[in-house]
């Protein structure tokens, strides 16, 4: 991959230009700030975009979500750092990447491939570059804010068998899902 359509952050450009990757992360400007369809009408898309690539966006708009949502459609390879939903901030929860990702997915149809957590390759990636065997593996302590992506990193594709502070991480997990599903019911009774 040589050069994608950035929905995020100055850091995750700068990540992908250690790799040789160029990231584009807009494509035109209106004169007003305000995006209508007509300044779509004549969208102008650079074919030498080979995926959308998706992480923390806090300027995400209307504008960025539609030009992702053409080079989608045209076949490009869709890609994302995490699911996250929210975000946990002093102030309570701001949007995370899922919204994001929700939103291509509903006007595309395309699910995006996860690069990051909770998914194996973030994992796969760190023990590689670390020189970690498989059976070293469970020695990894993972730390993060998230039960659903970033402790479940730990619990599902670090341990082969549980541990005590896996169980804690289980359980708690569990009790998430828990809330989450009655939360749903009491909405559907509604």
């Known amino acids: 991959m040589k050069k994608v359509y950035l929905i995020g952050g100055q850091g995750f450009a700068d990540e992908l230009a250690e790799f040789g990757v160029e990231s584009v ?6 004169a007003d700030g305000v995006y209508d369809t007509s300044e779509f009408a004549d969208m102008k898309v650079d074919g030498e975009i080979d995926a959308v690539v998706v992480g923390w966006d806090t300027s995400v708009d209307y504008q960025k979500l539609c030009y992702a949502g053409v080079l989608l459609q045209m076949g490009k390879h869709f890609i994302a750092s995490n699911p996250d939903i929210y975000d946990p901030m002093p102030y309570g929860i ?3 990447t ?7 997915t509903t006007i595309t149809g395309k699910e995006p491939e996860i690069i990051g957590k909770p998914y194996p390759n973030q994992v796969n990636t760190f023990m590689e570059d670390k020189g970690i065997e498989e ?3 469970r020695r990894i302590l993972v730390i993060g804010d998230r039960l659903d992506t970033d402790i479940a990193v730990s619990y599902t594709h670090l341990r082969a068998h549980e541990t005590r502070h896996d169980l804690v991480c289980r359980l708690l997990l569990e009790k998430k899902k828990k809330k989450k ?3 749903k019911q009491k909405k559907k009774k509604k």
């Open 98 to 104: 899922g919204p994001t990702l929700i939103t291509l």
């Open 135 to 137: 059976k070293e593996k």
């Open 181 to 183: 599903k009655k939360k």
């Open 25 to 30: 992360q807009t494509h035109t400007e209106s």
């Open 94 to 96: 701001a949007p995370g």
